[in-house]
């Protein structure tokens, strides 16, 4: 699939002002500029939302719910009527009307969508956030607002629905797109973009095991992968600079009964705007 428009494959960028702190705190210590880098790996920005998600904003029911799991609340949306929903996940950094198109074309198939601003994203409070919350977010609203018939990612919400599914999420399909893979790769591309030494990529991935107890690759996408039965589709574009291709084919290779497409010239994000994109989705989700 290609479709000959202009792509948002530039990379987002990071403040010169931040490479500078980076730079100047490795010089003095590398515990220093761990514990700075670890900050900045979990503080999402957050985005004013575009005109072109203000109907879903404006038209959805939105509630704070509290995850027990981790003490937090978010701002749910329930998109349509219908009482066969379907769970949307965004990415980092997102928030919770970004897969608006693909929201509206899910409620022409009958459907009513469930989304949400993770924690510290959009509306939802706090500062800091990692993938383990996303996922205990999922787990939570399928008990409150489930059971849902299908779930769809962007991102790292690709990788929180993978890793919900692994932890017992209930779905007939479920749909990722522009989806992360292996966590070391992530944070060694974080640090790469921070300018500093590739030593700082083990002493980050360390600190978070030491805080969280656990391995970090537990929650690679590959990993979860292989315990998933459930019919996936992966949906990813050759021309993505924030997240490799390589890391869509990784995953198909790990997934028991899944299907892949790979588009060309709509980055990360504008693929969640294409229409062949979409239709394929909803081709997914019918068949």
């Known amino acids: 699939m290609s479709k000959k428009v202009k792509s948002d494959n530039q990379s987002l960028q990071i403040p010169k002002l931040i490479l500078l702190t980076a730079k100047l705190l490795q010089s003095i210590s590398l515990n220093l500029v761990t514990r700075f880098a670890a900050k900045l790996f979990t503080t999402p920005i957050k985005h004013k939302i575009p005109k072109r998600e203000l109907h879903m904003d404006n038209n959805s029911i939105q509630q704070l719910v509290r995850i027990p799991a981790i003490n937090k609340e978010i701002m749910v949306y329930h998109y349509g009527k219908s009482e066969n929903k379907i769970l949307l996940v965004h990415g980092w950094s997102g928030r919770g009307t970004q897969l608006v198109k693909i929201a509206d074309n899910l409620l022409e198939l009958g459907y009513s969508t469930i989304s949400f601003d993770a924690p510290a994203h959009g509306k939802s409070n706090g500062h800091f956030s990692i993938m ?76 978070f095991e030491t805080k969280f107890g656990e391995p970090m690759n537990n929650y690679s ?64 989700i019918k068949c």
């Open 132 to 207: 383990t919350e996303f996922i205990a977010s999922i787990l939570e609203l399928e008990k409150q607002y489930g059971p849902f018939d299908y779930a769809v990612g962007h991102s790292l919400g690709g990788m929180s629905i993978l890793n919900a599914l692994k932890q017992n999420l209930k779905v007939k399909k479920a749909v990722i797109i522009g989806s992360g893979d292996i966590i070391q790769d992530i944070v060694v591309d974080f640090v790469k973009k921070l300018q500093l030494k590739p030593i700082i990529a083990d002493k980050l991935q360390k600190h």
């Open 221 to 284: 996408a590959f990993v979860a992968a292989k315990n998933i039965e459930i019919p996936i589709l992966i949906i990813h574009d050759a021309d993505d600079v924030e997240v490799s291709v390589k890391a869509a084919h990784h995953i198909h290779e790990h997934l028991k009964n899944s299907k892949i497409i790979i588009t060309k010239e709509l980055g990360h994000r504008k693929i969640l705007g294409n229409q062949k994109v979409i239709d394929e989705v909803k081709k997914f």
